[in-house]
């Protein structure tokens, strides 16, 4: 669709990437307020509902960044599919679901704060 639109001329590559961030963000957050809620009040939370609010949507908006990044980097969605993993594997090691960061070495460590699942 953007392809079409943009040959013709209908508006630019910014504008349409903003317009793009704008309808996921509007879409985004009544789902993560939803999924917020519910965790919060299931679970009990004690600290201030705005803040992990803030903290699920900006993760949430990060995700679908890097989802529209790798689907813009690549043409064939089978490709895309097979890039998955080369995002997801470090993010599941860094996260400390398989080693303890302590267990990472100290060079390597700084690669925490670049995942989102830390």
Aim: aromatic share 16%; glycine share 4%.
């Amino acid at each position: 669709v953007f392809l079409r639109e943009y040959s013709t001329d209908h508006y630019s590559v910014g504008a349409y990437f903003v317009s793009r961030l704008t309808t996921e963000a509007i879409v985004t957050f009544p789902q993560m307020l939803l999924s917020t809620t519910l965790t919060y009040l299931l679970i009990d939370l004690q600290m201030a509902f705005g803040y992990l609010l803030a903290v699920v949507y900006t993760l949430a908006m990060t995700s679908t960044a890097v989802a529209v990044l790798l689907g813009c980097s690549v043409e064939d969605p089978k490709m895309a599919s097979e890039f998955l993993p080369l995002l997801f594997v470090p993010q599941l090691l860094f996260a400390g679901f398989f080693v303890a960061s302590e267990l990472i070495p100290e060079w390597l460590r700084w690669a925490q704060y670049l995942c989102s699942l830390t």
